[in-house]
T-cell receptor, first 112, second 113 residues
Framework: DAKTTQPPSMDCAEGRAANLPCNHS???????VYWYRQIHSQGPQYIIH???NNETNEMASLIITEDRKSSTLILPHATLRDTAVYYC?????????????FGSGTRLLVRP | SAVISQKPSRDICQRGTSLTIQCQVD?????MFWYRQQPGQSLTLIAT?????????ESGFVIDKFPISRPNLTFSTLTVSNMSPEDSSIYLC??????????FGSGTRLTVV
């Protein structure tokens, strides 16, 4: 079973920040939080990942709570192209025997 | 990170026939994963394919229906056998990535009529 829970859908206005929450209350100490997104049923695309510190890259920011039981993906200036299903997944890094299990994800709609 | 070439990108097949999906990776990887995504649903792991050994199938998936080959460290195939309309889905392969967690192929959209 997926180890994360996400709201099924969200929307935001173009140009505004999109904040996507994820709960992972049973996360283990060596598990990272990964975010992927899937656009138009293409293969999922990596966005960002982190262990306990906040992370930022050219696509997004990841805020992880101090107890690591939840996180938020932030798209700072959402565009129409960011409309997609966003998946939050926890896994141990470089443990290739660890299966990547997808939850239901959050369907983000960016409105013009 | 590895680049995956997945073929075909889409196909329409008659019920009762079989389709083989190919995934070619541009680097050697120990494990490859096959997923199914039914319409409007999330991704479900079908099996893990190791080179030189039998694939490991998840609950609800069997080898007779979804035979997998893994002849070398850069290639794998998934066959969807004796297809029915319920097999209409997107099928994706994936490999572990040291940077991105996992890298995915672009998917095969299968329609069974």
């Amino acid at each position: 079973d997926a180890k994360t829970t996400q709201p099924p859908s969200m929307d935001c206005a173009e140009g505004r920040a999109a904040n996507l929450p994820c709960n992972h209350s049973t996360i283990s100490g060596n598990e990272y939080v990964y975010w992927y997104r899937q656009i138009h049923s293409q293969g999922p695309q990596y966005i960002i990942h982190g262990l306990k510190n906040n992370e930022t890259n050219e696509m997004a920011s990841l805020i992880i709570t101090e107890d690591r039981k939840s996180s938020t993906l932030i798209l700072p200036h959402a565009t129409l192209r960011d409309t997609a299903v966003y998946y939050c997944i926890v896994r141990a890094p470089m443990d290739s025997s660890y299966k990547l299990i997808f939850g239901s994800g959050t369907r983000l709609l960016v409105r013009p | 990170s590895a680049v995956i070439s997945q073929k075909p990108s889409r196909d329409i097949c008659q019920r009762g026939t079989s389709l083989t999906i190919q995934c070619q990776v541009d680097s050697q990887v120990t494990m490859m994963f096959w997923y199914r995504q039914q319409p409007g649903q999330s991704l479900t792991l079908i099996a893990t394919a190791n080179q030189g050994s039998e694939a490991t199938y998840e609950s609800g998936f069997v080898i007779d229906k979804f035979p997998i080959s893994r002849p070398n460290l850069t290639f794998s195939t998934l066959t969807v056998s004796n297809m029915s309309p319920e097999d209409s889905s997107i099928y994706l392969c994936s490999v572990p990535s040291p940077v991105y967690g996992y890298t995915f192929g672009s998917g095969t959209r299968l329609t069974v009529v």
